[in-house]
T-cell receptor, first 113, second 113 residues
Framework: ETGVTQTPRHLVMGMTNKKSLKCEQH?????MYWYKQSAKKPLELMFV???????ENNSVPSRFSPECPNSSHLFLHLHTLQPEDSALYLC????????????FGPGTRLTVL | AQSVAQPEDQVNVAEGNPLTVKCTYS??????LFWYVQYPNRGLQFLLK??????LVKGSYGFEAEFNKSQTSFHLKKPSALVSDSALYFC???????????FGAGTRLFVKA
């Protein structure tokens, strides 16, 4: 593994459920990212945190809510999702914001019924 | 606007043959360019990057890429493909002083024995 872990690896939820995705990086990095990966589409950057402050919110619907309690942990809180939100959600970290190599977790495969 | 294109959805090559995965980009200013690989059920893994200097960049697993400023390309190459190279490959670009790394849609590489 790359030093970035994500839990759970798979998640199935109904449209009325509330769930959270967790990401943890053990690399001492300063920046953390959430991406959405859908089939045959480019990776979509959702949120970026640098030193626990949100620096980017890419017009993501409010049913996705990020949280970064410290520089090692990043959460993505989910509520009232839609079936089109089904995708692989990837967390990444880098030493410095954007300009540095990003290290990715294995992802959470989310299915919304 | 910053963008990256991977013109081929899929590349097929026989084991032992050379492989090329194409990437072209559009940025203002000088680009940072990256290649990542994604194996099934895994997150993206960094392969190599170009920041400045020699146009030929060598990376992990015997891969290399050539930065061509006049053609705005950064094609990924390997002299002799292995079956284990079969995976999804992503090109990414960031302009210097920029704020966001943009990923291509990915190219699936199949290497046949």
């Amino acid at each position: 593994e790359t030093g970035v872990t994500q839990t759970p690896r798979h998640l199935v939820m109904g449209m009325t459920n509330k769930k959270s995705l967790k990401c943890e990086q053990h690399l001492g990095h300063n920046a953390m990212y959430w991406y959405k990966q859908s089939a045959k589409k480019p990776l979509e950057l959702m949120f970026v945190y640098s030193l626990e402050e949100r620096v980017e919110n890419n017009s993501v619907p409010s049913r996705f809510s990020p949280e970064c309690p410290n520089s090692s942990h990043l959460f993505l809180h989910l509520h009232t999702l839609q079936p089109e939100d089904s995708a692989l959600y990837l967390c990444a970290s880098s030493q410095e914001l954007f300009t540095d190599t990003q290290y990715f977790g294995p992802g959470t495969r989310l299915t919304v019924l | 606007a910053q963008s990256v294109a991977q013109p081929e959805d899929q590349v097929n090559v026989a084991e032992g043959n050379p492989l090329t995965v194409k990437c072209t980009y559009s940025v203002s200013g000088n680009p940072y360019l990256f290649w990542y690989v994604q194996y099934p059920n895994r997150g993206l893994q960094f392969l190599l990057k170009y920041i400045t200097g020699d146009n030929l960049v060598k990376g992990s697993y015997g891969f290399e890429a050539e930065f061509n400023k006049s053609q705005t390309s950064f094609h990924l190459k390997k002299p002799s493909a292995l079956v284990s190279d079969s995976a999804l490959y992503f090109c990414a670009v960031l302009n210097t002083g920029g704020f966001k790394t943009i990923f291509g849609a990915g190219t699936r590489l199949f290497v046949k024995a």
